[in-house]
């Protein structure tokens, strides 16, 4: 689950967190105590759709919040996990996924660009 909490003191802010609900978080990016979020932000034109993604890097793990379109298959949404580069797990999204992701977020939210490209 990706939230934007609202911290009174440091303003909104976006933090990535997996886990089972009403349970502990497995991981939180950023902690508390990471001051550089580390997020980046990508988009991809396809032929007959299209995505966006945010991804983030953790120790040799690079995660991906994603969000395509993609023509025969619809909306395709979930996170990725790869490891030294390669994809090691796919979660999609079980239902309709409610997603902000797109260049008008990014820029406004002022996130760097992704420097790989990513394909669910």
């Known amino acids: 689950m990706c939230e934007a909490p609202v911290d009174p003191a440091r303003g909104a802010r976006l933090q990535y967190r997996y886990g089972r609900v009403g349970s502990k978080s497995e991981l939180a990016f950023p902690s508390d105590e990471d001051s550089a979020p580390g997020f980046r932000a990508g988009t991809a034109s396809l ?52 997603s902000e992701l797109g260049p008008d977020y990014f820029s406004a939210a002022g996130f760097p660009p992704a420097d790989r490209d990513f394909l669910p």
């Open 47 to 98: 032929s007959g759709g299209g995505g966006a993604w945010l991804e983030f890097e953790r120790g040799r793990f690079r995660y991906v919040v994603f969000s395509f379109w993609i023509r025969g298959k619809g909306e395709v949404a979930g996170v990725a996990v790869e490891a030294d580069g390669k994809r090691q797990l796919t979660r999609r999204c079980r239902g309709a996924a409610r």
